[in-house]
């Protein structure tokens, strides 16, 4: 194969992230653009695609990739988090179902997915539910409040009633296992909601802080004026 | 240290990858750009450096890092797929061999490298194999059609056989261990392919749908003018 | 939700990185600029925010994030090594001492912290020291030399004595797991130190290659006149 070179334009201090449809393909031919709170917070280099709903005051890290393209659609609740590199991503035709509509992946409010962990649809995350570093959840429903450790994998279409707590480095993959699971102590309950609180602030004050900061091309690019960033 | 402000251009909704030579050090003085066929797609935010091979109909998804700066050459094979977060690295002056050529990785054909895999040469990983969220390959030789499981770690020199089945969470290190896996269960092979087959989707859909977005510069970008790009 | 469309810029071939303060918050009002050396390196795809001080000869991979928003501040001392995807990251009003100075986060001369690795503050990582593929340093104290290995976990306020010995996938989380560690085996050490060494030629070699390259501005944007960049 011969080739010619091509050099990169840079170094440049840039804050880009990315937005998109997802492709057509023959599994999701229809192709539909992500809808984003303007109250919420994307990162540099952070990036969503396809058919995404992002409601109010969700802080979204560098290096998260929320990719729609495969399993869809995929619903983040107000005031949750996604940490540094976090992946949101589906197998498709596998659903969930919450109030009454199929989701890829919902997650509720105030959910707080932690550095490095994976969030692989089909699942359902209700609110105030707590994903630890590097923690993997797969084919799964996580109950209201539940507390999943650094490095466990909850998968295998297994439910967790709400407030469970599932130990660093567990593997639960069968329902007698998520069933035996006692519930959140008092402290990591705390230590999750003072996370979910820290991460609240984030959305404005990163906001804020980028307000007033302008293109290359010389216009300001508040991201108030992104037209597929909605009012909410 | 006395510092300045220089602040950073943005916010930007922008498609760049990132695609260059190495760059020449003592163990690695020859600079040598990637050669990437124009039939496999690059996602935003994907990173290649060096000497790396891409055969058509690769999908590098985005947060991929192709880093051929120590450990050189790669070779990454048709319709093989690396999702998102996956890391290609290697170590120097280390080889396995594949057609009698070194290669520091060789990753055949139709190879799934999920969600957050880390693959580290040296490593020859044959074709159709499964590689599960997070798993790492290093040193090591993996046989046709295996499938390596979530979590699991494959190193220390060992071989695989055709089709073995590493377990969730296993680490094979030695060759007995390695020797005494099992074949692949029927489940999981479907599933395998079956991610390998949507994955395979991606480069012509996403290909088809950036073909004709422009750069800020105002000119047409589509990736089969950027010249380090093969026709193959 | 009504929304419209805003389509992407791009594809290019494009070295940007991204650094600024923190946002002001309520637990962190004072905004501080990071303070890197002219003589590191920041990669493409790179991303630094806050009260974070790099010395010289660091090399910083793609898809790594340095972001002290919340604990604050960081140190990373010269010829530290922080290889692709790595997550830097502190708790807010928790601190390490060194020098008779607070961080968050401080980690010494010398310090490999490898592929997927999670520091996260409170922590104190001394000169020297091994971080394996995927592993995690959080609330804890390294000694230096220490040599933690593949996807383990150093974690609940434990101090590890210089020379430490983490075996893969091992979790120290009790101060008398620590103590009862053993010495680093020479072949692990010394291939700590030819990692090291490896990487300590990166900074110069990266930047010896970017040095003549122009942004899209038509300018040339050597990193030698990035404003926030230092001397030392």
């Not at 917070?41 to 990719?67: E, K």
């Not at 988090?81 to 976090?86: P, S, W």
């Not at 009454?100 to 209700?126: D, F, M, Q, R």
């Not at 999750?192 to 007033?212: D, I, W």
């Amino acid at each position: 194969m011969s080739y010619h070179v091509h050099p990169p334009a840079g170094p440049m201090n840039l804050y880009s992230y990315f937005i998109s449809s997802n492709p057509s393909t023959a599994f999701n031919p229809n192709q539909v653009w992500p809808r984003i709170s303007k109250r919420s917070y994307l990162s540099p280099y952070s990036y969503v695609a396809g058919d995404v709903t992002i409601q109010r005051n969700v802080f979204v890290a560098p290096f998260v990739s929320i990719r729609a393209d495969e399993g869809s659609p995929f619903y983040i609740g107000e005031g949750t988090n996604l940490q540094d590199g976090v992946i949101v991503h589906g197998l498709k035709n596998r659903y969930v179902e919450k109030d009454a509509s199929k989701y890829s992946i919902y997650i509720g409010k105030n959910v707080s997915c932690t550095h490095g962990s994976l969030i692989h649809g089909p699942c359902l995350i209700e609110d105030n539910v707590f994903i630890g570093f590097q923690a993997i959840v797969y084919s799964a429903v996580i109950g209201e409040g539940s507390f999943i450790s650094t490095n466990a994998v909850v998968t295998n279409g297994v439910q967790l009633r709400p407030h469970s707590f599932v130990p660093p480095g567990a593997t639960i993959d069968t329902q007698v296992k998520a069933d035996s699971l006692s519930g959140v102590p008092k402290n990591d309950a705390e230590f999750a909601k003072e996370v979910q609180r820290v991460n609240l602030e984030f959305p404005a004050a990163y906001s804020l802080m980028f307000g007033e900061i302008r293109c290359s091309c010389g216009l300001s690019c508040s991201r108030g004026r992104l037209d597929n960033l909605t009012d909410s």
